[in-house]
């Protein structure tokens, strides 16, 4: 070539032949051809864009964003580049910079759908969900066949428990493509979450026809759990199916991999954990279907994640986007357990660990404990999820020695972080919740790993080594039921805050409830109503002809609606005297709490530190007949602690003469609601329980554990 035009000309050449490349997906050769075409004519904003685009395919996202930068100052109106800019900054986890260039994107193009889909995308990712849900909604409205969009819209619903609207969404997905087995798998959670298990069977089984090899979701299938059991018979016919499933995998002698734990599927049912049962046998057979996860590789992330975008060809267009399915990043896993070394600093860390969803409960139950534990002996930080974990928990607890490491989604990657934190001790508040409360334990990333009672049972998991209860909430044969070694703590082990009794408090009246009614408030999960529980409802309300039992509904109707249906069926006497009240706020909630007569604790597995803590509070009595384990317990050591056992029997026919009887007399209602009130503030803020447990978390480090108990 020569003339005045020949630069010119052998840079757009090379830049076609890069284009070339890229549509053959071989995104080095692209790379350097877009190079050489820069190197001849930098000036071009297309050039350095496309170049921008073949390195963050590549993975080198740096080089991408100086490139997009670049392309973005040579030409501020070209959306590819800032589309392509966030996109790399997305990938690299500068969610808030690529949100603020996804943006700018729309204000150059307002018809990117790309942009809303991936801008989308981010907001999910940080937990932003009614953003989200907006972001797809408006892509859908540019490009009604996109089944990703749909897709995700359904992920962001249900994370709203906008359920009705989640399955919506996903069967659209899969309605504009039969094949898309993430959406089914989405959509058969979405109905189990509804209570739907004969739905959210038959999805899941076609997920599975399209995706046949994943065996922990083909478990997850197998071992769907009854969300309101009809019958003792349906549960017992259950423990019967999950122990031949448990059989027939452990009998094919393959550990699960870590590689098949895409979608974090393969957690034990947590709602067996309302059955009564023993679960030690159960939870150790499952764990070890996963041993030595560990030390593997790791797998992608669960959603498509880019929006592959339209090739647009020819001297100063872009060839932007990328392939659905995953952003480059580091990979590898967090390898074998974790050295007994210390970090430099000589204060042993401490990591808590809280994962996504859990925010609000592990607050109102261990926010006490971050705001008081000694950070000059402690190096205190929460482990959290980066889907606004530190924006919910950051501004509640005002402790200033207490830091915050963002997770990954994603399992390796957030073991990893993990093991980079070099914790010595890593307090897990709930185990077997969630795919990545369950799994990050099996990779041993501290000395120490604990469980504790935010889940009551135990974990299985054999590199857990403890798990910290209280002597009150445990029996003699208790050990028995752990896999962990069990600390019994001489104090309750929570510093919780008291709820403050709205004043002025509401009438009955004004709540909706009946004067001169008898209410027995059950202020419980409707999950743990079990079928046992049944006949103390319909002895209580048999022998009180103005007794009223009152529940408070579940966020999802369907689940209300099997447990009236089943109050119908089982006690049809009764059952138009059980009312459900509609959910309310906190402060509602605890003037319900404050005028009923009595409440209820469920059997098995009945109110933990929240409820009990409420009720007694507001000096309501609690009727409860204390269980065999740990779940069934709370409500009885609180009313120990205090003093107070009015509400504690030992048989069911006790308990429904005992709820008669507190319900019944004015006078001894009076009375135990007086020494509850005054006995009560013991509860609240104990000072003690946070020295106990920083004294055990500095033994357990120095291998002295039995010092405090155990």
Same mark, same amino acid.
Request: with cysteine.
């Given at each position: 070539?020569?003339? !005045?035009?020949?630069?010119?000309?052998?840079?757009?050449?090379?830049?076609?032949?890069?284009?070339?490349?890229?549509?053959?997906?071989?995104?080095?050769?692209?790379?350097?051809?877009?190079?050489?075409?820069?190197?001849?004519?930098?000036?071009?904003?297309?050039?350095?864009?496309?170049?921008?685009?073949?390195?963050?395919?590549l993975g080198h996202l740096e080089r991408a964003v100086d490139a997009f930068a670049r392309a973005a100052a040579l030409g501020p109106d070209l959306a590819a580049a800032r589309f392509g800019?966030?996109?790399?900054?997305?990938?690299?986890?500068?969610?808030?910079?690529?949100?603020?260039?996804?943006?700018?994107?729309?204000?150059?193009?307002?018809?990117?759908?790309?942009?809303?889909?991936?801008?989308g995308n981010a907001f999910l990712e940080l937990g932003q969900f009614r953003s989200a849900r907006m972001c797809y909604e408006a892509a859908i409205a540019l490009t009604p066949d996109h089944?990703?969009?749909?897709?995700?819209?359904?992920?962001?619903?249900?994370?709203?428990?906008?359920?009705?609207?989640?399955?919506?969404?996903?069967?659209?997905?899969?309605?504009?493509?039969?094949?898309?087995?993430?959406?089914?798998?989405?959509?058969?959670?979405?109905?189990?979450?509804?209570?739907?298990?004969?739905?959210?069977?038959?999805?899941?089984?076609?997920?599975?026809?399209?995706?046949?090899?994943?065996?922990?979701?083909?478990?997850?299938?197998?071992?769907?759990?009854?969300?309101?059991?009809?019958?003792?018979?349906?549960?017992?016919?259950?423990?019967?199916?999950?122990?031949?499933?448990?059989?027939?995998?452990?009998?094919?002698?393959? !550990?699960?991999?870590?590689?098949?734990?895409?979608?974090?599927?393969?957690?034990? %049912?947590?709602?067996?954990?309302?059955?009564?049962?023993?679960?030690?046998?159960?939870?150790?057979?499952?764990?070890?279907?996963?041993?030595?996860?560990?030390?593997?590789?790791? %797998?992608?992330?669960?959603?498509?994640?880019?929006?592959?975008?339209?090739?647009?060809?020819?001297?100063?267009?872009?060839?932007?986007?990328?392939?659905?399915?995953?952003?480059?990043?580091?990979?590898?896993?967090?390898?074998?357990?974790?050295?007994?070394?210390?970090?430099?600093?000589?204060?042993?860390?401490?990591?808590?660990?809280?994962?996504?969803?859990?925010?609000?409960?592990?607050?109102?139950?261990?926010?006490?404990?971050?705001?008081?534990?000694?950070?000059?002996?402690?190096?205190?930080?929460?482990?959290?999820?980066?889907?606004?974990?530190?924006?919910i928990l950051a501004p509640a607890i005002a402790n200033g020695a207490v830091g915050y490491l963002p997770l990954a989604s994603d399992l390796p990657h957030a073991a990893a972080q993990v093991?980079? &934190?070099?914790?010595?001790?890593?307090?897990?508040?709930?185990?077997?919740?969630?795919?990545?409360?369950?799994?990050?334990?099996?990779?041993?990333?501290? !000395?120490?790993?604990?469980?504790?009672?935010?889940?009551?049972?135990?974990?299985?998991? !054999?590199?857990?080594?403890?798990?910290?209860?209280?002597?009150?909430?445990?029996?003699?044969?208790?050990?028995?039921?752990?896999?962990?070694?069990?600390?019994?703590?001489?104090?309750? %082990?929570?510093?919780?805050?008291?709820?403050?009794?709205?004043?002025?408090?509401?009438?009955?009246?004004?709540?909706?409830?009946?004067?001169?009614?008898?209410?027995?408030?059950?202020?419980?999960?409707?999950?743990?109503?079990?079928?046992?529980?049944? &006949?103390?409802?319909?002895?209580?309300?048999?022998?009180?002809?103005?007794?009223?039992?009152?529940?408070?509904?579940?966020?999802?109707?369907?689940?209300?609606?099997?447990?009236?249906?089943?109050?119908?069926?089982?006690?049809?006497?009764?059952?138009?005297?059980?009312?459900?009240?509609?959910?309310?706020?906190?402060?509602?909630?605890?003037?319900?709490?404050?005028?009923?007569?009595?409440?209820?604790?469920?059997?098995?597995?009945?109110?933990? &530190?929240?409820?009990?803590?409420?009720?007694?509070?507001?000096?309501?009595?609690?009727?409860?007949?204390?269980?065999?384990?740990?779940?069934?317990?709370?409500?009885?050591?609180?009313?120990?602690?205090?003093?107070?056992?009015?509400?504690?029997?030992?048989?069911?026919?006790?308990?429904?003469?005992?709820?008669?009887?507190?319900?019944?007399?004015?006078?001894?209602?009076?009375?135990?609601?007086?020494?509850?009130?005054?006995?009560?503030?013991?509860?609240?803020?104990?000072?003690?329980?946070?020295?106990?447990?920083?004294?055990?978390?500095?033994?357990?480090?120095?291998?002295?554990?039995?010092?405090?108990?155990?």
């Amino acid at each position: 070539m020569s003339g !005045p035009n020949a630069p010119g000309r052998r840079a757009a050449a090379r830049h076609q032949a890069g284009l070339d490349h890229g549509r053959r997906g071989d995104y080095a050769a692209a790379a350097r051809c877009f190079e050489q075409a820069v190197a001849i004519d930098g000036r071009n904003a297309a050039y350095v864009a496309n170049l921008g685009e073949a390195y963050r395919r590549l993975g080198h996202l740096e080089r991408a964003v100086d490139a997009f930068a670049r392309a973005a100052a040579l030409g501020p109106d070209l959306a590819a580049a800032r589309f392509g800019l966030a996109n790399a900054l997305k990938a690299l986890g500068r969610h808030d910079e690529a949100i603020g260039h996804f943006k700018a994107t729309l204000r150059i193009d307002p018809g990117h759908a790309g942009a809303f889909y991936n801008l989308g995308n981010a907001f999910l990712e940080l937990g932003q969900f009614r953003s989200a849900r907006m972001c797809y909604e408006a892509a859908i409205a540019l490009t009604p066949d996109h089944p990703e969009a749909h897709n995700n819209l359904g992920v962001a619903c249900k994370e709203l428990d906008r359920i009705d609207d989640a399955i919506a969404a996903f069967r659209e997905a899969v309605a504009r493509r039969p094949a898309f087995a993430e959406a089914w798998r989405n959509l058969g959670q979405a109905f189990e979450k509804q209570g739907d298990l004969e739905a959210a069977r038959q999805t899941g089984l076609r997920a599975l026809e399209l995706q046949p090899d994943d065996a922990a979701f083909r478990l997850a299938v197998e071992t769907l759990c009854p969300t309101i059991p009809a019958s003792q018979a349906e549960i017992d016919g259950y423990w019967d199916a999950l122990d031949a499933a448990l059989t027939r995998r452990l009998g094919q002698g393959r !550990p699960l991999a870590v590689a098949q734990l895409r979608h974090l599927d393969g957690v034990p %049912p947590s709602l067996t954990a309302y059955h009564g049962r023993d679960e030690r046998g159960y939870k150790a057979r499952w764990a070890a279907l996963f041993a030595g996860i560990g030390g593997a590789g790791g %797998p992608a992330g669960p959603r498509a994640d880019v929006d592959p975008g339209p090739d647009v060809r020819g001297a100063g267009d872009v060839d932007a986007g990328a392939a659905a399915g995953g952003t480059a990043g580091a990979g590898g896993g967090a390898g074998a357990r974790a050295p007994n070394a210390r970090s430099p600093d000589a204060r042993p860390h401490i990591g808590f660990v809280v994962t996504h969803g859990h925010e609000g409960v592990f607050l109102k139950c261990m926010r006490g404990i971050l705001n008081h534990l000694p950070g000059d002996r402690l190096r205190l930080t929460v482990v959290c999820s980066r889907q606004a974990g530190p924006e919910i928990l950051a501004p509640a607890i005002a402790n200033g020695a207490v830091g915050y490491l963002p997770l990954a989604s994603d399992l390796p990657h957030a073991a990893a972080q993990v093991r980079a &934190a070099r914790f010595d001790v890593l307090h897990y508040w709930e185990v077997g919740t969630d795919g990545m409360n369950y799994f990050l334990p099996f990779f041993g990333l501290a !000395p120490v790993q604990c469980a504790t009672w935010g889940w009551p049972v135990t974990s299985g998991i !054999p590199e857990i080594g403890y798990y910290l209860s209280c002597e009150l909430l445990e029996t003699a044969e208790s050990d028995a039921f752990y896999t962990e070694r069990l600390v019994r703590l001489r104090h309750l %082990p929570t510093y919780y805050y008291r709820p403050a009794v709205p004043s002025p408090s509401k009438s009955r009246a004004e709540l909706g409830l009946g004067e001169h009614d008898r209410l027995y408030l059950c202020a419980q999960n409707l999950r743990k109503v079990q079928p046992d529980f049944d &006949a103390l409802v319909a002895g209580i309300l048999r022998g009180d002809p103005r007794g009223q039992v009152l529940f408070i509904q579940d966020a999802q109707p369907g689940v209300t609606e099997r447990l009236r249906q089943r109050f119908g069926r089982a006690i049809p006497d009764v059952a138009g005297r059980i009312r459900f009240l509609a959910r309310m706020p906190e402060a509602d909630y605890l003037n319900v709490l404050a005028v009923a007569d009595v409440a209820l604790d469920t059997l098995h597995y009945g109110g933990g &530190a929240n409820t009990t803590y409420d009720a007694l509070a507001v000096g309501t009595p609690i009727v409860t007949l204390p269980g065999r384990f740990h779940r069934g317990r709370w409500a009885y050591a609180a009313c120990r602690r205090i003093g107070v056992m009015d509400g504690v029997v030992d048989s069911p026919e006790a308990y429904v003469a005992t709820a008669l009887r507190l319900a019944g007399d004015a006078d001894v209602r009076r009375d135990v609601r007086g020494r509850i009130l005054a006995a009560c503030p013991v509860l609240f803020e104990d000072g003690e329980a946070v020295a106990e447990l920083a004294a055990f978390f500095e033994a357990a480090v120095g291998g002295g554990w039995s010092m405090v108990g155990g």
